[in-house]
């Protein structure tokens, strides 16, 4: 069982920066992919970008150069985002998927972006 918490989810301008962190615990060995998914009011969730214990990132078209997933490849992954937009509000939540094809998620954490 990996245990995933989000961090970090904050009412924040247009155009303003926030950082969302997730910190994983339990049996982290064999986690390979850990990702950023978000969820607006009556959608689906949805890809926001991932990155591999080898250190490759991947974004959604409609994040990249704007957001910027990093992890301290231990117990620790971020988010930067930048030049946030009200389409971007959401529940962010983190994700792992580990070598034996299991997937867990964090409970998310509500970013909001309005003036």
């Known amino acids: 069982q990996v245990e995933l918490v989000e961090s970090g989810g904050d009412l924040v301008r247009p155009g303003g920066s926030l950082t969302l962190a997730c910190k994983r615990s339990?049996?982290?060995?064999?986690?390979?992919?850990m990702g950023w998914y978000r969820q607006g009011p009556g959608d689906q969730r949805d890809l926001v970008a991932t990155?591999?214990?080898?250190?490759?990132t991947t974004y959604s078209d409609s994040v990249k150069d704007r957001f910027t997933i990093s992890s301290d490849g231990a117990t620790l992954m971020y988010l930067q985002m930048t030049e946030l937009k009200p389409e971007d509000t959401a529940v962010y939540y983190c994700?792992?998927?580990?070598?034996?094809?299991?997937?867990?998620w964090g409970q998310g954490t509500q970013v909001t972006v309005s003036s």
């Open positions: 994700r792992a998927d580990n070598k034996w094809g299991q997937t867990f």
């Open positions: 339990g049996h982290v060995f064999g986690v390979n992919v």
């Open positions: 990155i591999s214990k080898d250190g490759i």
